[in-house]
């Protein structure tokens, strides 16, 4: 079993930058993925940002360019670096892991984008 903490959320400007951080409480080494999800009010939870095994790593259209996924094995650490955000980026963003055919999700973090 393995639990995921985030944190790093909170309020910005829009045009600022924010830098999310999900620490695990074992190893992540042979994670198949690691990844962010966001959910928006009203809104079901999509992809941000993961990275695979295979050597992959996937965008959302809407933040390609902006964001920045990183995982650290030896710390056992995923991070989502966000640069340049927009109100269209308020959401719950959480981290989920894969292990085997075992998926772990973190608690949530709040990011909210002001005008």
């Known amino acids: 079993q393995v639990q995921l903490v985030e944190s790093g959320g909170g309020l910005v400007q829009a045009g600022g930058s924010l830098r999310l951080s999900c620490a695990a409480s074992g190893s992540i080494f042979s994670a198949i993925s690691t990844s962010w999800y966001r959910q928006a009010p009203g809104k079901q939870r999509e992809l941000v940002a993961g990275?695979?095994?295979?050597?992959?790593?996937n965008y959302a259209n809407s933040v390609k360019g902006r964001f920045t996924i990183s995982r650290d094995n030896a710390k056992n650490t995923v991070s989502l670096q966000m640069n340049n955000l927009k109100p269209e980026d308020t959401a719950v963003y959480y981290c989920?892991?894969?292990?085997?055919?075992?998926?772990?999700w973190g608690q949530g973090t709040q990011v909210t984008v002001s005008s």
């Open positions: 990275k695979f095994s295979y050597g992959v790593t």
């Open positions: 989920h892991v894969q292990i085997s055919s075992n998926e772990y």
